[in-house]
């Protein structure tokens, strides 16, 4: 099979056939119906410290345009669900050609135009790699922010000034050391959903603890525009890079908020 992708010939229905995980029973990402959710009162809120990187790229990888640093500074995720200290790894992007369709995971089946994940991996490993084949649910935790349409971003506007340069697959650019991550997330990390899940990209290892926010990004449409810019491995424009909700199964979906 072509490599995978998001295109008729190579998208999200072929992918169990190089990885039969993809119909397991903890695959992501799902619709979060706030009908069937749970509030747990033990959930706190989460705490992301992270450091500026002196080395870090922003590429294009085919099927997402990626923040990513040559090696680990400490930036780390503690709190929440999280019973253990997560590296940061990686932040990438999905996105859609238009404003009614990109996120991957929904609310009460309502798509937003993009979503962020912000990728950490449990620190009991000796890597990311070890992380993801561990086997259970702790192996990464991954932050979910919905992206709708509003005012200017101007924290993730060195990232978005940046995307016209990584247009083709397989470019990448060296992101300026001053760049503040810290910056792109909410003031406190309070509301949000978490389940038990998977990679939403083959391998879909269901290794991910997910924890997606509640209260959306707002990023400005000249913003949304830099996204639908990229083209991926086809020449194609790369929008619609999200994987569609997989069946939740016996799985429960908790609230850290009513
Ligand atoms: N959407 S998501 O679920 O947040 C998400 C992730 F969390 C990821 F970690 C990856 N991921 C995939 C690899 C290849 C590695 C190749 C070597 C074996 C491990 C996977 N690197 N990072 C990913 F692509 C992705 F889409
Ligand atoms: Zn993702």
Redesign the pocket.
């Known amino acids: 099979m072509a490599p995978w992708g998001y295109e008729k010939d190579n998208g999200p229905a072929h992918w169990h056939k190089d990885c039969p995980i993809a119909n397991g029973k903890n695959q992501?990402p799902i619709d979060l119906i706030n009908g069937e959710v749970k509030y747990d009162s033990g959930l706190k809120p989460l705490t992301a410290k992270y450091v500026p990187f002196s080395d870090a790229k922003f590429l294009n990888n085919g099927h997402?345009v990626q923040f990513q640093p040559s090696a680990g500074n400490g930036s780390e995720l503690t709190g929440g669900p999280l019973a253990v200290k997560y590296n940061f790894e990686?932040f990438?992007f999905h996105w859609g050609n238009n404003d009614t369709e990109g996120s991957e995971h929904r609310v009460d089946g309502k798509m937003y135009p993009a979503e962020l994940?912000f990728?950490h991996w449990n620190s009991t490993n000796p890597s990311f790699?070890d992380a993801?084949g561990s086997g259970g649910p702790n192996g990464?935790a991954?932050l979910g922010f919905f992206l709708k349409v509003g005012a200017e971003n101007a924290a993730l506007k060195p990232i978005t000034d940046l995307i016209p340069k990584v247009k083709d697959a397989g470019t990448s650019v060296t992101v300026p050391s001053n760049f503040d991550m810290q910056a792109i997330l909410p003031a406190t990390l309070t509301d949000y959903y978490t389940y038990d899940g998977s990679?939403?990209?083959p391998?879909l290892a269901e290794c991910?603890k997910w924890i997606v926010f509640k209260q959306p990004l707002e990023v400005s449409a000249a913003q949304m525009e830099a996204f639908r810019s990229v083209i991926n491995r086809d020449g194609k424009p790369m929008g619609g890079n999200y994987r569609p909700p997989c069946p939740l199964h016996d799985r429960a979906v908790k609230t850290s908020f009513k």
């Open positions: 992501s997402s990686q990438h994940h990728v790699k993801v990464l991954v990679l939403t990209t391998p991910v």
